[in-house]
């Protein structure tokens, strides 16, 4: 008789480094498998992916029992990793942060194939590409000149806003320096006259 599945978690753990305390300790506990069972059996199973971020998607069975399927790491810690940069911008894809080659989209599109959802490698870049760009990556030869052009505009708009925004302040403080009183008439009153 087939084991019956009771729970799916899935995680996002350090290669070889997970351990029975919090975050694991937290989500696997209430699930009742034996933690430093599943601990033991990760570490082993990661140990020769050190220092990548390993997502990890845990069956867990009416009998405790567990069995657990390692995916391959997120696309955006590896672009960060190819890219070398510790984090994407801030403001997506307005600012360009790091660049990474084409061959390294294509390196990149080759781990993550079996968790993506395309059939050639050229599809896996174009998803790529695209987690790249909202990261602020640029990949050369495909979409930095792109990148680079939204970053102008984006730089022209921010200065465009700050000169409105002294304009306002300027406006607001010569109006508090003419002790201007301004009175609100909603409709409600203007109809009572």
Same mark, same amino acid.
Do not use: C
């Given at each position: 008789?087939?084991?019956?599945?009771?729970?799916?978690?899935?995680?996002?753990?350090?290669?070889?480094?997970?351990?029975?305390?919090?975050?694991?300790?937290?989500?696997?506990?209430?699930?009742?498998?034996?933690?430093?069972?599943?601990?033991?059996?990760?570490?082993?199973?990661?140990?020769?992916?050190?220092?990548?971020?390993?997502?990890?998607?845990?069956?867990?069975?009416?009998?405790?029992?567990?069995?657990?399927?390692?995916?391959?790491?997120?696309?955006?810690?590896?672009?960060?990793?190819?890219?070398?940069?510790?984090?994407? &911008?801030?403001?997506?894809?307005? @600012?360009?942060?790091?660049?990474?080659?084409? *061959?390294? %989209? +294509?390196? $990149?599109?080759?781990? =993550?194939?079996?968790?993506?959802?395309?059939?050639?490698?050229?599809?896996?870049?174009?998803?790529?590409?695209?987690?790249?760009?909202?990261?602020?990556?640029?990949? &050369?030869?495909?979409?930095?000149? @792109?990148?680079?052009?939204?970053?102008?505009? *984006?730089? %022209? +708009?921010? $200065?465009?806003?700050? =000169?409105?925004?002294?304009?306002?302040?300027?406006?607001?403080?010569?109006?508090?320096?003419?002790?201007?009183?301004?009175?609100?008439?909603?409709?409600?009153?203007?109809?009572?006259?």
């Amino acid at each position: 008789m087939a084991k019956e599945v009771v729970k799916k978690i899935k995680l996002q753990i350090p290669a070889g480094k997970a351990t029975p305390a919090p975050p694991v300790g937290t989500v696997l506990g209430p699930a009742g498998i034996n933690l430093q069972e599943f601990v033991t059996k990760y570490n082993d199973a990661t140990r020769d992916k050190m220092g990548d971020i390993i997502p990890v998607e845990i069956s867990v069975y009416d009998d405790r029992t567990f069995d657990f399927v390692l995916k391959t790491p997120p696309a955006a810690d590896l672009i960060k990793k190819y890219a070398k940069i510790k984090s994407g &911008s801030k403001k997506g894809a307005h @600012e360009i942060v790091g660049t990474i080659s084409k *061959a390294d %989209a +294509k390196a $990149i599109a080759e781990i =993550k194939m079996p968790d993506l959802n395309a059939y050639t490698v050229e599809e896996a870049m174009n998803i790529v590409a695209g987690t790249a760009r909202n990261m602020g990556v640029a990949v &050369s030869g495909l979409n930095d000149a @792109e990148l680079a052009e939204e970053a102008k505009e *984006a730089a %022209a +708009k921010e $200065i465009e806003d700050a =000169k409105r925004e002294a304009k306002l302040e300027e406006m607001e403080a010569s109006a508090a320096d003419n002790n201007v009183e301004v009175e609100v008439i909603t409709e409600k009153e203007n109809t009572e006259e």
